[in-house]
C-alpha cells in the first residue's frame, strides 16, 4: 500500500488493525474491519465497491473470493500472491484452510484475463507461493496483454 501511495496513487486497505498502516500510510482509505466474521465493508448502496487495482498479500480466505474478483473494474487488475499447498513442510501457513491447493488461484480466476501465473517454490524465505497478474475484461474483449500460464 505504501509503494502505491509513494507514487500517486488512491489507496484503501481493509483490516483488522489499521494503526501500523495509518501510521506509514496516512493519505490512505483505511477500513477497520474482520472481512472474515462480517459483512463486506466496501460498498456502496449495497454494491461492492470497484477499483482499478486490487491487490492481495499473504492472505487466503476462500468465501471472499468472489467479492474480491467483483471488485476489479473492467479493465482493471489483479495482483494476488498467498502461500500454498507444499508451504506447510517448510513453516507457516500451515493448516490446509491457508494453502491454496495446486491451480486453484488459476481456477478462481478464470473468468479474467491472466497475464501472468506462478504456481511453486520460492527459496528466500522459503515458501510455497501461487501469483497472478490478471486483468478484467473490459466490454468482453481480451486484453492485448493476455498470456499463457507459467510456472516457477
Known sequence: MQWFAQRGHAVTGIDCNIEQARQRVPSAELVCADIENG???LTVNGQVRTFGAVIV???L????MTTI????KPGGVLLYETFASGNE????PARPDFLL???????SCESLDVVAYENG???NPPRFVQRIAAIRPDNGSPHPLKSTQCAL
Open 39 to 41: 459483512p463486506w465493508p
Open 89 to 92: 513442510a517448510v513453516g507457516r
Open 121 to 123: 517454490f520460492l527459496e
Open 69 to 72: 474478483l467483483t471488485s476489479i
Open 57 to 59: 498479500t499473504n492472505y
Open 101 to 107: 491447493m495446486p491451480g486453484e488461484l488459476l481456477r
Open 61 to 64: 480466505w476462500r468465501p471472499l
